[in-house]
T-cell receptor
Framework: DAGVIQSPRHEVTEMGQEVTLRCKPI?????LFWYRQTMMRGLELLIYFNNNVPIDDSGMPEDRFSAKMPNASFSTLKIQPSEPRDSAVYFC????????????FGSGTQLSVL | AQSVTQLDSQVPVFEEAPVELRCNYS??????LFWYVQYPNQGLQLLLKYLSGSTLVKGINGFEAEFNKSQTSFHLRKPSVHISDTAEYFC?????????????FGTGTQLKVEL
């Protein structure tokens, strides 16, 4: 298995632009998580899905952030409009729900908003 | 709600020396505990986990951790570190009931192994 695949690897955009981050979880995993990592706040859980359904989005910072999981093999995290303070590394992770199996992380998307 | 505290943001150590990375947690219910490692420009990887049973847990790369319920700690140890252990280490906790795999991470400890 190729693991959790995230794209793009790096994204540089200007303030006000829409940004879409993509994630393909490991086949057979039915839980998917979006995390944001910054120096100031460390690793924060933004939202997670079980069986494509959003379970907890309390970590989403504000309405500019939205996430979807239209099917078991694809998820997006969208920021519209983007702001410089959104600059961070965004990680996607997947696992098998309810078994406390380990999370498998993607390599992350380094987002820079100028 | 549960929380994780990693008091040491950076730990420098010489190669072949022992190391301990500290982790304390807070929760009103039983928890599962994890240590993850992040190498530069990579995602996190699981080092070890405590779910139940023996309080001493062994993981990959020679690391081990001990769950201490009375002290609400889960410190990570390695008797002899290698240069390749230089990385950031994250302690994490998830609740036993209803939490599924939702992990709460600590702020991380940067381990720097020097020659």
């Amino acid at each position: 298995d190729a693991g959790v695949i995230q794209s793009p690897r790096h994204e540089v955009t200007e303030m006000g632009q829409e940004v879409t981050l993509r994630c393909k979880p490991i086949s057979g995993h039915n839980s998917l998580f979006w995390y944001r990592q910054t120096m100031m706040r460390g690793l924060e859980l933004l939202i997670y899905f079980n069986n494509n359904v959003p379970i907890d989005d309390s970590g989403m910072p504000e309405d500019r952030f939205s996430a979807k999981m239209p099917n078991a093999s694809f998820s997006t995290l969208k920021i519209q409009p983007s702001e410089p303070r959104d600059s961070a590394v965004y990680f996607c992770a997947s696992s098998i729900q309810g078994t406390n199996e380990k999370l498998f992380f993607g390599s992350g998307t380094q987002l820079s908003v100028l | 709600a549960q929380s994780v505290t990693q008091l040491d943001s950076q730990v420098p150590v010489f190669e072949e020396a022992p190391v301990e990375l500290r982790c304390n947690y807070s929760s009103s219910v039983s928890v599962y505990l994890f240590w993850y490692v992040q190498y530069p420009n990579q995602g996190l990887q699981l080092l070890l986990k405590y779910l139940s049973g023996s309080t001493l847990v062994k993981g990959i790369n020679g690391f081990e951790a001990e769950f201490n319920k009375s002290q609400t700690s889960f410190h990570l140890r390695k008797p002899s570190v290698h240069i390749s252990d230089t990385a950031e280490y994250f302690c994490a906790v998830s609740v036993v009931t209803g939490g599924g795999n939702k992990l709460t991470f600590g702020t991380g400890t940067q381990l720097k192994v020097e020659l």
